[in-house]
């Protein structure tokens, strides 16, 4: 099974950016669709993007388009998330995850592997 590990969480203000990486291990990356969801105290973990295992379908949640967008390098065993135009709502500890199969899926019982989350704080 897949092992993810993310990174480049932090503190930003309002209106800032930041790129959340997830490193994967296995030599089967390729084949498992990944995704990425928050979770703010006191809330249910939440969908915020996913990609295909090829990266060409992508997923937004509705209060993050136009604002991130989500890529993978299959080459480096990655997926990204670039986080622009950052509000205070968008803070939250970020999770990568990874769901066995072809396709794009948004709901986290849906995932097979998570990462341990990084934190992401937006000041205003």
């Known amino acids: 099974q897949v092992q993810l590990v993310e990174s480049g969480g932090g503190l930003v203000q309002a209106g800032g950016s930041l790129r959340l990486s997830c490193a994967a291990s296995?030599?089967?990356?390729?084949?498992?669709?990944m995704g990425w969801f928050r979770q703010a105290p006191g809330k249910e973990r939440e969908f915020v993007a996913a990609i295909s295992w090829n990266g060409g379908i992508r997923y937004y949640a509705d209060f993050v388009k136009g604002r991130f967008a989500i890529s993978r390098d299959n080459a480096k065993n990655a997926v990204y998330l670039q986080m622009n135009s950052l509000k205070p709502e968008d803070t939250a500890v970020y999770y990568c995850?990874?769901?066995?199969?072809?396709?794009?899926?948004?709901?986290?019982?849906?995932?097979?592997?998570w990462g341990q989350g990084t934190q992401v704080t937006v000041s205003s």
């Open positions: 296995g030599r089967t990356f390729s084949s498992y669709a």
């Open positions: 995850a990874a769901k066995a199969g072809s396709h794009y899926y948004i709901r986290v019982t849906e995932y097979d592997a």
